[in-house]
């Protein structure tokens, strides 16, 4: 099993593009979730899905756009960058995140990032 | 705003140790904890869940939660260099986790 996977792990883009950060999981996870990391910020989430079908703002919404594309996968895209998202990007899934019946339920595994710069 | 709070360090201890980290939380309807790794440049990493008052151990972690109080900590006894990491709190919501800011341990041979 390969976890949490996100693609791509690097990528510098210029002020005003779009991209698409990628994630996938494969451990059957019914929820998932976008987080930014930045210097002396800790990890803030940005948008959250908790089951397929559905999504969330978090903290920090503002200049992002979520899909959640089937169970496995759930993409966030930048619409036009700008270098206050300079950060690192992690995604992270759950089998649950409401109150659930095991609470082991809510236990988050994160995939390996994405270190994004904007000039 | 529910707030998580720590220490952000460095903690510094010697090899062999014990390395004592804390944690306090604001909303006192938080029903799950936990404590990940992440060492410099990778992704946080789940090493303890704790959901009811008191000890929780595995291996060499420790995790103590007093509800009451507010107040989540994680022990790592015979501290190992390979420990030097930041350490995360989290702490769930309804939904969602709250993360503190990390505390940075550094571990001297």
């Known amino acids: 099993n390969a976890g949490v996977t996100q693609t791509p792990k690097f990528q510098v883009l210029k002020t005003g593009q779009s991209m698409t950060l990628q994630c996938a999981q494969d451990m059957n996870h019914n929820s998932m979730y976008w987080y930014r990391q930045d210097p002396g910020m800790g990890l803030r989430l940005i948008y959250y899905s908790a089951s397929e079908g559905t999504t969330d703002k978090g903290e920090v919404p503002n200049g992002y756009n979520v899909s959640r594309l089937n169970k496995r996968e759930f993409s966030l895209r930048l619409e036009s960058a700008a270098p206050s998202q300079t950060s690192v990007y992690f995604c992270?899934?759950?089998?649950?995140?409401?109150?659930?019946?095991?609470?082991?339920?809510?236990?988050?595994?994160f995939g390996p990032g994405t270190r994004l710069t904007v000039l | 705003q529910k707030e998580v709070e720590q220490n952000s360090g460095p903690l510094s201890v010697p090899e062999g140790a014990i390395a004592s980290l804390n944690c306090t939380y604001s909303d006192r309807g938080s029903q799950s904890f936990f404590w990940y790794r992440q060492y410099s440049g990778k992704s946080p990493e789940l090493i303890m869940s704790i959901y009811s008052n008191g000890d929780k151990e595995d291996g060499r972690f420790t995790a103590q939660l007093n509800k009451a109080s507010q107040y989540v900590s994680l022990l790592i006894r015979d501290s190992q260099p390979s420990d030097s990491a930041t350490y995360l709190c989290?702490?769930?919501?309804?939904?969602?986790?709250?993360f503190g800011k990390g505390t940075m341990l550094l571990v001297s041979p």
């Open positions: 989290a702490v769930k919501g309804y939904s969602t986790l709250t």
């Open positions: 992270a899934s759950s089998e649950a995140s409401g109150r659930g019946r095991r609470e082991y339920y809510n236990e988050q595994f």
